[in-house]
């Protein structure tokens, strides 16, 4: 009962006025009465007393919506993009202000003026395309980015962030295109190369991409770090297209250059031995489950395979001697138990 309620938490306030942990649940209760005005007291009270508590301007600014102070509400949501720049909710806030007042037009306006000054921010240009959906102009609104973008296109963040808007916004093959010229304008970036090579891929165009991958891996100027991740990329459109040994290839200079590869010498391992390469894959899963600072389930899971290949191979006692190993080290290793039983063993 929140008249109950609201008369208890009255009562405390005058017996503890300086009790500030009070205000925010009589205010609280104030507006679910609907007494908003003095519900606005009690929350600057509260900020009075501790100007941090910036949830409790966000509820006022709800309740000086309620009451139609829109200019005062406005500066309150104004005041939190402020301090918080990438807050999507906030601008969210801002905007039903303006559509309460009936001026979307206007909000579109403050939006434009404040992008053209901080192009960069990523959060901006999401609420300013929403902004332009919201308004049945989505069009209008992505020719209007893609001009401030055009403008920008040196600051490598902003047609970046604009890219990635415009897939989110199911717009795949402009997408494309941003990055094309992104590529264009950093060809020696081996990220923004990446960024390429997976828009390629995303528009089916796996020639192009598989094509590119192999220019960025023949680099001699990038780094080992920057190369595994595009033989990462090579590696899987070749097993897409068939080649296999090519993808193998990849990966066995992926683990040349990291030894410590976790993920890379166990794709290796995994690609040999289903290429039937059962000599090559087994000292690769060997070494993965003697690594002792890698998790017992993993190692467990390489012995298994282990003994998978010395199944295949007709060698029935060491695979049994590899499955007990690996339920040593995890007895939870539920496909070391399954072959054991398979192979007649408790």
Do not use: C
């Amino acid at each position: 009962n929140f008249v109950l309620a609201l008369a208890e938490y009255e009562s405390l306030r005058k017996q503890f006025p300086n009790e500030n942990q009070l205000l925010f649940p009589l205010a609280q209760t104030y507006e679910a009465l609907g007494q908003d005005a003095p519900a606005i007291a009690a929350y600057d009270a509260l900020l009075k007393s501790d100007p941090n508590a910036v949830w409790a301007e966000d509820r006022k600014a709800t309740v000086l919506t309620r009451l139609k102070r829109y200019a005062e509400a406005r500066a309150l949501y104004e005041k939190a993009i402020e301090r918080s720049p990438e807050n999507y909710q906030a601008y969210a806030d801002l905007g039903h202000v303006y559509t309460e007042e009936g001026r979307a037009d206007a909000y579109l306006a403050w939006l434009q003026t404040r992008f053209e000054k901080t192009p960069t921010r990523v959060t901006l240009m999401t609420v300013l395309a929403d902004a332009f959906a919201g308004q049945k102009r989505e069009d209008e609104g992505l020719k209007y980015l893609r001009a401030q973008v055009e403008k920008r296109k040196t600051q490598r963040a902003i047609p970046e962030a604009f890219g990635a808007l415009l897939i989110r916004r199911g717009r795949a093959a402009e997408a494309l295109g941003v990055y094309r010229d992104l590529a264009a304008r950093w060809p020696n970036d081996a990220t923004v190369q990446m960024e390429l090579g997976e828009q390629l891929e995303f528009g089916g165009k796996l020639d192009e991409a598989q094509r590119l991958y192999e220019t960025q891996v023949a680099r001699a100027d990038i780094s080992a770090n920057d190369r595994a991740p595009l033989r990462r990329k090579l590696a899987a459109l070749y097993v897409k297209a068939g080649r296999k040994d090519a993808a193998i290839a990849q990966y066995q200079e992926i683990a040349k250059a990291d030894p410590n590869d976790f993920s890379a010498q166990s794709a290796l391992a995994q690609m040999l031995a289903e290429a039937d390469r059962l000599p090559e894959a087994t000292p690769i899963y060997v070494g993965l489950a003697k690594q002792p600072n890698y998790p017992s389930a993993l190692r467990a899971d390489a012995l298994v395979q282990v003994g998978n290949i010395y199944a295949r191979q007709g060698r029935k006692a060491d695979a049994i001697g590899q499955y007990r190993e690996a339920l040593k080290l995890n007895p939870q290793a539920t496909e070391a138990a399954s072959a054991l039983k398979r192979l007649g063993e408790k």
